[in-house]
C-alpha cells in the first residue's frame, strides 16, 4: 500500500491509499480520484516526505514535518459524483424531485405509517396522502392485504 498527498486544481489538499503507484496511475485516469472538498477529478500528486521504519531505538525520533492544511471547503450538494454517467446523475435528480414532491404534499406519520395506511384502507380514517416508517414485515403484510405502498428511496448522498 502507498499513501499519496494529493491536490486538485482548486488546490484542496488531501491524502489517498492505493495498492501500488499503477493502481493510482489507472484510476487517475478514469477519473475515480476526486476531491473530497469540491469533486474536481483533475488531481495531481503532490510533493511529500517518505516514512521509514527506524531500525534504531537508541535515537530520539525525528519531528514529524508539519502538513499544511487548507482551509475548511463547504461541499456543494449538488456536485456530480464521478462514478455516475449522465444518464444516472438525471435519475438521482429525479429520484430526489419524486422526494421533495411526497415530503412536501404528504403526511408524514413516521413510525405508525403501515397502521394508518391500513385505517385509511378499511375507511377508518380518511383518505389522504401519507407518507412514513414500515418494517420489511409491516411492508409485506401490507402487499399481502392488497394495500398499496411504495417505498419512498433515499440516496446514498443524503446520509452523507
Known sequence: MIRYALACEAGHAFESWFRDSESFDTQQK????????CGSAKVAKQIMAPNVARTDRDRPALPAPAETAS????????????LLTEREAA????????????????????????EEARRMHDGLSEFRAIYGEA???????????????LPL???PDEHN
Open 71 to 82: 482551509p475548511p471547503v463547504e461541499p456543494t450538494p449538488s456536485a456530480p459524483v464521478a
Open 153 to 155: 428511496p433515499s440516496l
Open 91 to 114: 435519475f438521482r435528480e429525479l429520484l430526489r424531485a419524486v422526494r421533495r414532491h411526497v415530503v412536501e404534499t404528504a403526511e408524514n406519520v413516521g413510525p405508525r405509517f403501515a
Open 30 to 37: 478514469a477519473g475515480f480520484v476526486t476531491c473530497p472538498a
Open 135 to 149: 418494517t420489511l414485515e409491516e411492508a409485506m403484510a401490507l402487499a399481502e392485504e392488497g394495500i398499496e405502498a
